[in-house]
């Protein structure tokens, strides 16, 4: 199971303490070196004898696979490898980490419940689909109907005839007719009365022949919840982690604010350090890689190192390197840069007009360790200075920065309502096959892998983006965008996700493969000035 590296690493080139797996920064320089020849292998079409790269392609997209470079005890260097979850429903691939469980306790958990779970199941499709049940149901529902169509019939009819009985008051002071205006008055509220007793008799009528149909259904579906929660449970304790400090817990301990995420301990890294503890080898460091097609949600590149995720891995992987010296987290930084960077392209009294170079945040970072920001360094000069929109960290371009707050309410106020006009200028990694058109893919933050953004067609927001194709040449296209809303990364995403371009734009380190620098740049501007209305524009080509 392990790849012995033909030509071993001198001691000053092998890590003195085990890397974070949860670095965004790139691996460690040998970790790297590993994948490639775990990366030249997927190339040749196989993942393992048996399973071709091939179902890699499908439409739910890749694996994420990983490597461990380990060190035996006599000092030589090789690497492990594994593949997250299964493949073509195989735990066990020929070379790579086995699973973290106990197979024979999961599979005498596993195979009887999923007999039962599919039993059940059939049980409710067929209680879902019962005839007396759809009728009961459809019988209630043009009850429900017709009490409406009369509730509304006899509340109009009422209300004209009170609007009658106004006028009559209105017409008379005898007491007598005013006393027989009352009566209709309480006529009225007792036919009212009578006709909502009425409905709630035949309603109640009907549920009763309905309610027995649905609790038989929601006690079929009740059951197969149990059954699976507690196979599931049943499965959560046939993995037993043992760390290199000789430690042992079971994941559910792990997990205990409730159950573990689907898929906890499956991941290619719990699985490489199990094998290694098990093989007595010393963890040198780690990389995890994507290969295939990209998920429904994009996200994922092939080839692209990712850090481990932190809701399966988060409390899995602090416990498994017990025992073991390892590094702080290693967060990306942005780039130092140069006063004479930032340029003032437009100054007026209350507003500036900026270039910000790539590299720099737009607005002060969470991480109180980065104070740098393109709003920071004007509030130097102006302090109640405040960026009115904002670009990504790895984008060059025009950014609007109002100087007091007033001014700032009014002019984020244009981009609120969409009065505000932008064009960016892309290069992508590819052909685009359009020459133009408009985007519309909604977006939501990737709570494993912030700041990445998915496609999410249920949770996300709406996001409007219209392009057209400036030129192509040597397998790559430029592209002006022009975003009609303003999500975060939303033209990243939109160029590199499948629905979208798909293809990314060159140097993103989230969407596509990393590089000198993001080729996105917020070329054009144009807003009004709120205390004239005359609109303003403004223009920096591309530095790329």
């Known amino acids: 199971m392990v790849t012995w590296l033909e030509t071993q690493p001198p001691r000053d080139e092998r890590p003195r303490v085990f890397p974070s797996p949860f670095d965004d920064v790139a691996p460690h320089a040998l970790a790297q070196r590993c994948a490639e020849v775990v990366k030249a292998d997927l190339r040749s079409g196989l993942i393992a004898p048996g399973f071709p790269t091939s179902v890699l392609m499908r439409a739910e997209g890749g694996k ?38 106990d197979a024979e306790q999961r599979v005498a958990s596993e195979l009887p419940a999923e007999v039962m779970v599919k039993g059940l199941t059939a049980r409710v499709e067929v209680a879902r689909v019962e005839p007396t049940l759809l009728a009961a149901r459809a019988a209630l529902a043009e009850l429900d109907a017709s009490h409406a169509a009369k509730r509304g019939a006899l509340k109009a009819q009422h209300a004209s005839r009170k609007q009658e009985r106004k006028v009559a008051r209105e017409a008379t002071t005898d007491t007598a007719a005013l006393h027989a205006l009352d009566q209709l008055s309480r006529k009225d509220d007792h036919e009212r009365r009578s006709a909502e007793a009425a409905a709630r008799e035949e309603r109640a009528a009907a549920l009763a022949t309905l309610s027995p149909l649905e609790r038989r259904l929601a006690a079929l579906e009740r059951l197969r919840r149990i059954v699976s929660q507690e196979t599931m449970r049943r499965i959560w304790d046939s993995y037993r982690l043992t760390n290199f400090a000789g430690e042992t817990t079971t994941l559910r301990a792990l997990f205990p604010a409730g159950d573990p995420p689907s898929g906890a301990a499956d991941c290619a890294a719990p699985k ?18 994507w290969w295939g097609a990209p998920p429904p949600g994009g996200g994922r590149v092939e080839g692209m190192f990712f850090p481990a995720c932190r809701e399966k891995c988060g ?36 507003f500036l007009v900026l270039h910000k170079p790539a590299g720099m945040l737009s607005v002060p ?37 109002a100087l007091d707050g007033d001014m700032y309410r009014l002019l984020q106020a244009q981009f609120l309502s969409r009065e505000v006009q932008k064009r960016y200028v892309a ?88 590089g000198a620098r993001l080729m996105l740049h917020a070329e054009w501007l144009r807003f009004r000035v709120p205390s004239t209305g005359a609109w303003l524009e403004f223009e920096v080509p591309a530095p790329f």
């Open 64 to 101: 994420m696979f990983g490597v461990l470079v380990v060190e035996s005890a006599e000092g030589r260097v090789g690497f492990l490898r594994a593949v997250s979850g299964q493949v073509e429903r195989a735990w066990k691939l020929e070379g790579y980490a086995p699973p973290v469980f």
């Open 272 to 289: 490489l350090l199990a094998a290694a503890r098990v093989a007595g080898l010393r963890p040198l460091a780690l990389a995890e890689f």
């Open 315 to 350: 409390p899995v992987l602090p416990f498994l390197l017990g025992g073991l010296e390892v590094a702080a987290r290693q967060t990306w930084k942005p780039r130092e840069v140069e006063e004479e960077e930032l340029v003032i392209v437009h100054r007026d009294q209350r």
């Open 365 to 401: 970072a969470r991480d109180e360790t980065i104070t740098d920001s393109l709003e920071a360094r004007v509030q130097r000069r102006f302090p109640d200075a405040l960026a009115v929109h904002r670009l990504d960290l790895d984008t060059s371009g025009l950014l609007l920065v």
């Open 427 to 514: 290069v992508l990694e590819g052909d685009v096959a359009r020459d133009g058109g408009t985007i519309e893919l909604p977006l939501r933050v990737d709570l494993d892998q912030r700041p990445r953004q998915l496609v999410d067609f249920e949770h996300g927001k709406a996001a409007h983006t219209r392009f057209e194709v400036l030129s192509r040449a040597e397998n790559r296209t430029r592209v002006a965008f022009f975003p009609l809303t303003g999500r975060t990364h939303q033209l990243r995403v939109h160029a590199a996700h499948q629905l979208g371009l798909g293809t990314p734009i060159v140097g993103d380190r989230l969407y596509g493969k990393p």
